[in-house]
Nanobody, 125 residues
Framework: QVQLVESGGGLVRAGDSLRLSCAAS????????MGWFRQAPGKEREFVAAISWWIGRSTNYADSVKGRFTISRDNATNMVFLQMNRLKPEDTDVYYCATSLYRDPRVTRADYDYWGQGTQVTVSS
């Protein structure tokens, strides 16, 4: 079992930055890829970013956030981060981190097993 707790969300203005954190406990996450997804009310949960199990190995981003968001991880502390720059109103969602069933950075929700409770990000125009 893995417990994931996201933090760092909040209300910001367009153009601002936020850094989301995801703390994992229960077992090490160092041997699996990690991902961030987001979901708006009434919509499907969509892929945002993923990082492979080894720091610096490979990452994957949704086209909508490429160049603005950066995913990173610290395996020593069992933490995953999402740096979000130049935020837009359309980035407003609940953001979830998740552990992957694989070591490479997958984009499909079904490739992830454990999920956090989410953190709300609201970007005003």
């Amino acid at each position: 079992q893995v417990q994931l707790v996201e933090s760092g969300g909040g209300l910001v203005r367009a153009g601002d930055s936020l850094r989301l954190s995801c703390a994992a406990s229960g077992r090490t996450i160092g041997n699996v890829a990690m991902g961030w997804f987001r979901q708006a009310p009434g919509k499907e949960r969509e892929f945002v970013a993923a990082i492979s199990w080894w720091i610096g190995r490979s990452t994957n981003y949704a086209d909508s956030v490429k160049g603005r968001f950066t995913i990173s991880r610290d395996n020593a502390t069992n933490m995953v981060f999402l740096q979000m720059n130049r935020l837009k109103p359309e980035d407003t969602d609940v953001y979830y981190c998740a552990t992957s069933l694989y070591r490479d950075p997958r984009v499909t929700r079904a490739d992830y097993d454990y999920w956090g409770q989410g953190t709300q990000v609201t970007v005003s125009s």
